[in-house]
């Protein structure tokens, strides 16, 4: 089964600064990524998905950009932070080879803007 | 438009009585479905879905849910709560006009409370 590791756990950037989210996929290759937005502890918005390296889709206009430099890592960035990004981040995956269609979540980043 | 919608906000339960936490869904064609948990400050973690085959599903820690194409619903439910059930819940279908990204659509999310 795959494990999708994300770092760092928490980070209090100020307003303005750059921003670089990691996420990365064990035991599983060619995943369809995804990352999410959570604002408050509620709804989720999927801000960016990726179903190979290199092609990325994003959902929304916004401050914060992704990348895929390699299969099983990708990357969430900003040139600037502005307080709006405050969140808690969330890297999924769709393993390929399998039978099952799951979204699989990492742990998430706690992003404080300050 | 495909939609999911998670009716109630918050469900209080006392812990051993039955739970029931709702979802109702709107896409075209065989829905995907899915249920999953969000404990403070973690992440998702995947409870069970629906493919096809038996309306019943039975999922991780207990829970169930029953497909209701008519009714199109997809409620969670577990026949006897436990305090560390309490924690926010969301049902998901699979973006099925886009369905080769595995994109997924949420509902807003339940909070579970179950009380001893």
């Known amino acids: 089964s795959q494990t999708i590791h994300q770092w760092p756990a928490t980070l209090v950037q100020p307003v303005g600064s750059p921003l670089s989210l990691e996420c990365t996929v064990e035991?599983?290759?060619?995943?369809?990524l995804y990352w999410y937005r959570q604002a408050a502890g509620r709804g989720l918005q999927l801000l960016f998905y990726?179903?190979?390296?290199?092609?990325i889709s994003s959902e929304v206009p916004q401050n914060l950009s992704a990348s895929r430099p390699q299969d099983r890592q990708f990357i969430l960035s900003s040139k600037k932070l502005l307080l709006s990004d405050s969140g808690f981040y969330l890297c999924?995956?769709?393993?390929?080879?399998?039978?099952?269609?799951?979204?699989?979540f990492g742990p998430g980043t706690r992003l404080t803007v300050l | 438009a495909q939609s999911v919608a998670q009716p109630e906000d918050q469900v209080n339960v006392a812990e051993g009585n039955p739970l029931t936490v709702k979802c109702t869904y709107s896409?075209?064609?065989?829905?995907?479905l899915f249920w999953y948990v969000q404990y403070p400050n973690r992440g998702l973690q995947f409870l069970l879905k629906?493919?096809?085959?038996?309306?019943l599903v039975k999922g991780s820690y207990g829970f169930e849910a029953e497909f209701n194409k008519s009714q199109t619903s997809f409620h969670l439910k577990k026949p006897s709560a436990l305090v560390s059930d309490s924690a926010l819940y969301f049902c998901a279908v699979r973006d099925m006009g886009q369905s080769n990204t595995g994109k997924l659509i949420f509902g807003q999310g339940t909070t579970l409370q179950v009380k001893p």
């Open positions: 629906y493919i096809t085959g038996d309306n």
């Open positions: 896409v075209s064609g065989n829905p995907y």
């Open positions: 035991g599983t290759s060619n995943p369809n």
């Open positions: 999924a995956s769709i393993g390929r080879g399998s039978r099952v269609d799951t979204q699989y």
């Open positions: 990726s179903v190979g390296i290199g092609q």
